[in-house]
């Protein structure tokens, strides 16, 4: 059991069933009246955000939620398959369940599968990958000014912003948690 005196940021705590993880916390002490806990948390399998205010000393249970490090196989009808690096089993994740780091899985990807009650509740991928532009709008000559960008559709189908010498073929950099582009990759 934890209590708001335990809390910290990244803290997993379960509220009304729900694992919730701490993302930002307050504990404050008016002059006049009991001191509180003002805290910011984030449903781990919904992705929404709740503000909430807890009493001093308020207890919490300890949510039952594990990880595995898995590898990216491929996608079928049944969904996003990985296979656990130590125990060679396959299971299939449902996109809903990925969330948008479906636009950031490429074979043989290296992630973490976080699991809630022994049920994939998320995918944790890189923090950048390198993808391939497929499709995007010719890059002219001279065209070399900072921060000028045209759209460009990866090879998982996300699409990126990327500066205007990127061309169809070309291989990039992208940040994960923000989706940026961040260089060309030279192979």
Same mark, same amino acid.
């Given at each position: @059991?934890? =209590?708001?005196?335990?809390?910290?940021?990244? $803290?997993?705590? $379960?509220?009304?069933?729900?694992?919730?993880?701490?993302?930002?916390?307050?504990? %404050?002490?008016?002059?006049?009246?009991?001191?509180?806990?003002?805290?910011?948390?984030?449903? @781990?399998?919904?992705? =929404? #955000?709740?503000?909430?205010?807890?009493?001093?000393?308020?207890?919490?249970?300890?949510?039952? +939620?594990?990880?595995?490090? @898995? =590898?990216?196989?491929?996608?079928?009808? =049944?969904?996003?398959?990985?296979?656990?690096?130590?125990?060679?089993?396959?299971?299939?994740?449902?996109?809903?369940?990925?969330?948008?780091? +479906?636009?950031? $899985?490429?074979?043989?990807?290296?992630?973490? %599968?976080?699991?809630?009650? #022994?049920?994939?509740?998320?995918?944790? %991928?890189?923090?950048? +990958? #390198?993808?391939?532009?497929?499709?995007?709008?010719?890059?002219?000559?001279?065209?070399?000014?900072?921060?000028?960008?045209?759209?460009?559709?990866?090879?998982?189908?996300?699409?990126?912003? +990327?500066?205007?010498?990127?061309?169809?073929?070309? %291989?990039?950099?992208?940040?994960?948690?923000?989706?940026?582009?961040?260089?060309?990759?030279?192979?």
């Amino acid at each position: @059991m934890y =209590s708001t005196a335990d809390f910290k940021k990244n $803290l997993k705590i $379960l509220i009304d069933n729900d694992p919730y993880v701490v993302v930002d916390f307050q504990h %404050v002490k008016p002059g006049k009246g009991n001191q509180f806990t003002r805290t910011k948390l984030k449903n @781990m399998i919904t992705g =929404s #955000n709740l503000e909430r205010t807890f009493k001093s000393g308020e207890k919490f249970a300890v949510p039952d +939620v594990r990880t595995r490090d @898995m =590898s990216f196989l491929y996608k079928d009808e =049944s969904g996003y398959n990985f296979m656990d690096k130590e125990t060679y089993e396959q299971m299939s994740i449902a996109g809903d369940d990925i969330g948008e780091n +479906v636009n950031y $899985l490429l074979e043989n990807l290296d992630v973490t %599968v976080l699991f809630f009650n #022994n049920k994939p509740i998320g995918v944790d %991928v890189p923090n950048a +990958v #390198n993808l391939t532009v497929v499709e995007t709008d010719p890059g002219f000559k001279g065209n070399t000014v900072t921060n000028v960008f045209k759209p460009a559709k990866m090879q998982t189908g996300a699409v990126i912003q +990327v500066p205007l010498h990127i061309n169809e073929g070309d %291989v990039v950099r992208v940040d994960t948690r923000t989706g940026d582009y961040v260089s060309r990759v030279n192979e």
